[in-house]
């Protein structure tokens, strides 16, 4: 996996705020081997399409309506980053750290989450149809009204929140439960064979495993 940028990329629309785009700007015109730190800077309705961003460091940053398409983002971590609206389609978030990030009603059809950490994460009504996230960690993931429509796990931790909006078709795979789904004002906790039915009757096809015994 390379790291850096690639010599002729710059991005399409740099972000607004004059320290962040200055920022970019530094690191863009160093071509510096390491990924950009853009920790705590406002990277709002910026372009960054087919950036290579490899073991960039976005904690805390702002992306709210930002476009990461086909984005390279291996080994970054964005802990806490705020990626309200984003557009990550198709984007590379292998191994990346989302830990308590925001993606509410982002967009990362197609994405690659294969290792990525999502603990504490507001994905509430985003979207993930046909994202990889095998071997992912979703640990206290809000997915109220997400889209997880042909998406596929793979011996996933899933203890995640969903409602009746969460839509689970084609969804394949395995996971460990249990989940807690949002009923009006009641939640209720399922797993096992239960939660099997729960998501395959929403037309997925997820094999629910037995938690591994300990050691």
């Known amino acids: 996996m390379s790291s850096g940028t690639h010599d002729d990329w710059v991005p399409r629309r740099f972000p607004s705020s ?25 990277l ?12 960039s460091w976005l904690g805390g940053a702002i992306l709210t309506n930002a476009k990461l398409v086909n984005a390279e983002l291996y080994r970054s971590d964005a802990e806490g980053a705020d990626f309200s609206g984003a557009d990550l389609t198709h984007a590379s978030l ?16 197609g994405a690659n989450l294969v290792g990525a950490s999502l603990y504490g994460v507001d ?12 071997g992912s960690s979703l640990l206290h993931v ?8 042909n998406a596929t796990v793979e011996e996933n931790t899933f203890k995640v929140r969903v409602d009746e909006t969460t839509v689970f078709e084609g969804l394949c795979g395995t996971v460990f439960g249990p989940i807690t789904i949002t ?3 009641e939640e209720y906790a399922l797993g096992g064979p239960q939660l099997e039915d729960w998501i395959n009757t929403r037309g ?12």
Not at 44 to 55: A, H, Q
């Open 183 to 185: 009923a009006g004002d």
């Open 44 to 55: 709002s309705d910026s372009d960054l399409s087919g950036g290579n961003f490899t073991e």
């Open 94 to 109: 292998v191994r990346v750290n989302l830990d308590d990030a925001i993606l509410r009603n982002a967009i990362l059809d």
């Open 18 to 42: 004059v320290e962040a785009s200055a920022r970019l700007r530094d690191w863009l015109l160093e071509r510096k081997v390491g990924g950009l730190d853009a920790g705590g800077l406002d």
């Open 123 to 134: 994905a509430t009504g985003a979207s993930l149809r046909g994202a990889a996230l095998m």
């Open 142 to 149: 809000n997915f109220r009204g997400a889209d997880l429509s």
């Open 204 to 215: 997925g096809a997820v094999r629910v495993l037995a938690p591994k015994p300990r050691s």
